[in-house]
């Protein structure tokens, strides 16, 4: 009887599989970047990303990253639950953002494929546990960095089109075609951020490979790694010699989507080399280009 029965469940699994392999059926949730329902866009697109993004901070538990001389300190406030990437609560977030990069992959499917049934996200909205357990980890939404993809995720939410922005899971593709695209026809605006003054809406870019190039045209000799935030506004902090900090949210920042803290100097400018090697200021158009 129990041969029988394991027969039973490999039979239901590998159906379902097949079924997956294209189409999802009924049951399994669709979210709307892979259903390709893209908002129209909105009247003021920094306006809508800075609000989704710390909309996601929140949810993901208010996380505070300072970039101080010296050391990054992080804070993670009394009284918040704090999920992490690899953790159940995480996972429909994950999902969303993945399905606004090509291919497009729709996560709660793998999901499905694994557990052998449709019905795998909860009325909550969180993924079902017995699926969630079943899921390889070379199949999780976590299993690859996923920044480039909540970026894209927000640029997406804000309705901004695909012939004005290059969705990616990796930020240099879209650093680079900002950089190379003819003007005016993309929805940010490359500068240098030795001179680029950053306002909420735009994204501020680092390297994450060392050293980082004396120029920062140097970044289309080749695709490098990199991480991008947006910026959601600038305050006060005690670490800065100017006194300013830039706020900026970001994710896959300590397995989170967290709010980083940079310091800026007298003239509104990133600070180089304080926590991150900054390089670039994609600038948002407000969604004006032609």
Not at 166 to 185: I, L
Not at 281 to 288: D, E, I, S
């Amino acid at each position: 009887m129990t041969t029988l029965r394991a027969l039973l469940i490999v039979g239901l699994g590998a159906g379902l599989a097949g079924c997956l392999a294209g189409r999802p059926p009924a049951g399994v949730p669709v979210p709307p970047a892979c259903a390709g329902a893209q908002p129209p866009l909105v009247a003021d697109p920094g306006a809508a990303m800075v609000g989704l993004a710390r909309a996601a901070w929140r949810a993901w538990g208010e996380r505070v990253v300072e970039l101080r001389p010296g050391a990054a300190v992080l804070t993670l406030p009394d009284g918040v639950a704090q999920p992490w990437e690899q953790e159940r609560p995480a996972f429909a977030r994950l999902a969303d953002y993945w399905c606004a990069v090509p291919p497009h992959t729709n996560y709660w499917a793998r999901a499905a494929r694994a557990a052998g049934f449709a019905a795998v996200q909860r009325p909550d909205g969180s993924i079902d546990g017995t699926a969630f357990n079943r899921l390889a980890i070379g199949d999780s939404p976590f299993s690859i960095p996923w920044s480039a993809a909540f970026t894209s995720w927000l640029v997406w939410s804000a309705g901004i089109p695909a012939e004005h922005f290059r969705f990616s899971d990796t930020h240099w593709d879209y650093v680079a075609d900002a950089m190379t695209a003819p003007a005016g026809s993309r929805a940010f605006v490359a500068r240098p951020a030795t001179t680029a003054v950053p306002r909420p809406g735009d994204l501020v870019c680092a390297t994450r490979a060392r050293p980082p190039p004396a120029d920062w045209q140097r970044l289309l000799d080749g695709t490098r790694p990199m991480h991008c935030d947006l910026v959601v506004g600038q305050g006060p902090c005690a670490f800065a010699a100017s006194g300013r900090c830039l706020d900026v949210i970001g994710g896959n920042v300590l397995q989170a989507v967290s709010l980083t803290r940079a310091a800026l100097d007298t003239g509104g400018r990133l600070v180089p080399g304080q926590g991150r090697d900054w390089l670039v200021v994609l600038a948002l158009t407000a969604g004006r280009v032609e």
